[in-house]
């Protein structure tokens, strides 16, 4: 059984910082892509970055620039590290994953919220 356990949600001022962290635990032998998403009220959940195990990276255009996403494969970790917050980046987060034999996993998301 796998689990990911992610932090570091909360309330934040516009043009604030936050730091999401993901770690996943259990039944992985290897993490292969690792990547974050997001749903706000109402709305489809999106794609906001993803790293593979070598560290590439891609960003959805609606972050580029302020969100950097990380990860410590010691650790099975992923983390984003989100600067210049603004409100329409309120939303729930989850991490994703896919392992080296192909599965998928999510996390059970984190909320963070922007206030203008």
């Known amino acids: 059984q796998v689990q990911l356990v992610e932090s570091g949600g909360g309330l934040v001022q516009a043009g604030g910082s936050l730091r999401l962290s993901c770690a996943a635990s259990?039944?992985?032998?290897?993490?292969?892509?690792m990547a974050w998403y997001r749903q706000a009220p109402g709305k489809q959940r999106e794609w906001v970055a993803n790293?593979?195990?070598?560290?590439?990276?891609a960003y959805a255009d609606s972050v580029k620039g302020r969100f950097t996403i990380s990860r410590d494969n010691a650790k099975n970790t992923v983390f984003l590290q989100m600067n210049s917050l603004k409100p329409e980046d309120t939303a729930v987060y989850y991490c994703?994953?896919?392992?080296?034999?192909?599965?998928?996993?999510w996390g059970q998301g984190t909320q963070v919220t922007v206030s203008s």
């Open positions: 790293i593979s195990r070598g560290g590439t990276t």
């Open positions: 259990g039944n992985i032998f290897s993490i292969n892509a």
């Open positions: 994703h994953i896919i392992t080296a034999a192909s599965y998928n996993y």
